[in-house]
């Protein structure tokens, strides 16, 4: 006779994806990828919001790799879907360097695509630009 091992179900109020990825051409496209793939199956966002999301992806990203870059160190990506909240965060090695929303496209788009978005300084010698879209 077998004996049933029960099963624990747990129902997280939020949910993470975290990878750390080269500072590359490659690694942007692959964060975009992955991201997406992460977002769309299980999540049942809207295809606007995903849409949305990738973007803002790519443009961090590539500001991570191109601006943030520093020879070996990697840059990290992190989602966090909470209940009405997707937030993006892209942490990269070069804290001295915080972005400036007027200095390029690509953050006036992040500023136009996003409900909140902003820097996170450290820690050393870290910093975080992070984008958040109301679910």
């Not at 136009?112 to 109301?134: C, F, M, N, S, Y």
């Amino acid at each position: 006779m077998t004996e049933e091992i029960p099963t624990l179900q747990l129902t997280p109020t939020t949910d993470q994806f975290d990878i750390q990825l080269s500072p590359t051409p490659r690694g942007v496209r692959l964060a975009r990828l992955l991201a997406v793939e992460w977002l769309r199956p299980r999540r049942g966002l809207p295809y606007a919001v995903t849409e949305a999301a990738a973007q803002i992806i790519a443009e961090l990203t590539t500001n991570a790799a191109t601006h943030g870059r520093v020879a070996g160190r990697d840059f990290r990506l992190a989602l966090c879907a909470h209940p009405g909240l997707l937030r993006i965060e892209v942490s990269d090695t070069r804290g001295d360097d915080l972005p400036e929303p007027r200095a390029g496209r690509g953050l006036l788009l992040v500023e136009a695509l996003a409900d909140r978005w902003g820097t996170t300084p450290g820690p050393v010698p870290r910093k975080t630009v992070w984008a958040e879209l109301d679910l």
